[in-house]
């Protein structure tokens, strides 16, 4: 017969496990889009935009769909901009509401935009509009009420961490296994129905195995939650992060003896992310902080490059390989299918990030330190990931699209996991739901400059390279964020070296008087 303490862990690894399922088949579906629109291009959605046209060049007659593939890239624009928009709002009610208030409003909006997808038509295809929205909105809900399920594995935090936001990327393959069924004579309409019954499974999730507010960090030894053996216990996300981080400061001091605040100067203080232990970080500190400054910048240039590779990546595939239907399902089935290793990619990041976990930590040096110290190596490799990604998509040649793809893979379970993980060890706990938001809705307005940029396409007739260059271009800002956080590490480190050596000698001092 199983202890409380037995059940408790059982509990901590179901909710582990169920909350990778919930991430990889159900939370970011909507960016698996291009997969989606050669299915609904197949059923006739937006088909009376096509219109017969001559070709100029041989007099031939020739379908040109360009409205169709503009109302599809629309769809998608506004979906990905309300999925990191309304990250905000989402990210106030997850830290004021709990995690239950959240998820359920996450799975409502989830179950109305599937059902609306499953009851859709060619000639309701502007239902595609909200239902797409919905299923945006609730499946960034379910995962930044996941993300806290890494507070539960102290020592491997970072990793779970992008292993779900890995999951998040990975689900868009969901679209793919759609393509697949409806090529084999199922209707997408069918499955839609089959998501929309599986909103049960998340219900059910919400009640017995996530917490009715918050998971903080670290554990408290009485922390329960979920139906269990005791009362369920609740806690305030800003007394444990204060209290451990009192903790982390005194025990890594020499002798146990904690610095004195007049012994830190003022600008060590304020410089990073303007956090000072055992005082509470006011959430305008953060976002005037220059690592959250820079950090939108990082996410925000990113993120508009790959928006605009998912957007244009089925009429870059037609103009590539002169509009032969075969191809451009091989090559949208292989993209697809690389969405499935994100899982697998992401936790690569989380390990570079939890690398210096378990090893002693230098003299005064806090935990926040050492992980801001290993941030700065992933968000490098993150930012040289993106320019790599970015060069071959700009190169106008159909089968190097095939590294393409495993690269824009590897980049964004990169780029999300590293987000969401940065601002988890950088920020205090209390903050991440709104900080996570703020982040997502500045670089979801950034990200709007996609439509601009597809209408550059229609202006150069549907090519792509300019705006891919100037892109390519853009993602050098990138590289100005991980060298921010590094230098902001040698000053802290050069300064705990001056504040050691006065503390040491203090005592020298005292015994000559």
């Known amino acids: 017969m199983f202890s409380c303490e037995n059940r408790l862990k059982l509990r901590y690894k179901l909710t582990l496990v169920s909350g990778l399922v919930e991430c990889l088949c159900f939370s970011g579906v909507v960016f698996g889009w291009a997969s989606l629109v050669f299915v609904l291009k197949e059923d006739g959605y937006f088909s009376d935009l096509c219109v017969n046209v001559t070709r100029p060049d041989n007099n031939l007659p020739h379908t040109d769909c360009t409205g169709q593939d503009e109302q599809f890239s629309l769809i998608f624009t506004i979906a990905s901009f309300l999925n990191n928009f309304l990250s905000l709002p989402n990210g106030f009610v997850f830290d004021y509401f709990g995690t239950m208030a959240t998820r359920f409003i996450a799975v409502s909006l989830y179950t109305t935009g599937t059902l609306m997808v499953a009851a859709s038509s060619a000639a309701l295809s502007l239902m595609l509009y909200p239902a797409l929205c919905f299923i945006a909105v609730g499946g960034i809900f379910f995962l930044i009420t996941n993300i806290q399920v890494g507070n539960l594995f102290g020592a491997h935090r970072s990793t779970i961490i992008t292993l779900y936001n890995g999951a998040f990327d990975s689900s868009s393959a969901i679209f793919f296994i759609i393509k697949v069924l409806f090529e084999a004579g199922i209707s997408f309409h069918f499955s839609f129905l089959f998501l929309t019954a599986c909103s049960v499974i998340h219900f059910l999730r919400t009640i017995f195995l996530m917490p009715k507010k918050h998971i903080p960090y670290l554990i408290p030894d009485d922390y329960t939650y979920g139906m269990n053996c005791g009362k369920s216990k609740s806690y305030d996300m800003e007394t ?274």
């Open 240 to 513: 444990p992060e204060a209290e451990q981080q009192q903790e982390e400061d005194v025990a890594e001091r020499p002798g146990n003896l904690p610095l004195q605040p007049q012994d830190i100067p003022q600008e060590t203080i304020e410089e990073g992310t303007g956090h000072r232990a055992g005082k509470e970080t006011t959430f305008r500190s953060c976002l005037t902080s220059s690592s959250f400054l820079w950090h939108l910048v990082w996410l925000s240039v990113m993120q508009l490059r790959h928006y605009f590779f998912i957007g244009t990546l089925n009429p870059m595939l037609n103009q590539l390989s002169n509009q032969n239907p075969a191809l451009v399902s091989q090559y949208t089935n292989a993209f697809a299918f690389t969405q499935l290793c994100g899982v697998l990619c992401a936790p690569w990041n989380g390990l570079i990030m939890d690398r210096h976990k378990g090893k002693p930590l230098a003299a005064g040096m806090t935990h926040r330190e050492a992980d801001l110290q290993s941030a700065a190596l992933s968000l490098f490799i993150t930012s040289l990931q993106c320019l790599l990604f970015s060069i071959c998509a700009a190169v106008p040649v159909l089968p190097l699209q095939y590294i393409t793809f495993i690269i824009q893979v590897l980049n964004r379970a990169f780029l999300y996991g590293g987000n969401a993980a940065f601002i988890s060890v950088a920020f205090p706990s209390q903050h991440f739901g709104k900080l996570f938001g703020v982040m997502m809705s500045l670089s979801a307005v950034v990200a709007l400059l996609q439509y601009p940029c597809f209408a550059l396409v229609k202006a150069q007739g549907g090519d792509t390279t300019y705006v891919n260059i100037a892109l390519t271009l853009l993602t050098l800002l990138a590289f100005i964020h991980p060298l921010d956080i590094y230098l902001s590490c040698r000053r802290m480190a050069k300064q705990r070296e001056k504040t050691l050596a006065v503390s040491s000698e203090a005592p020298m001092m005292e015994a000559k008087l």
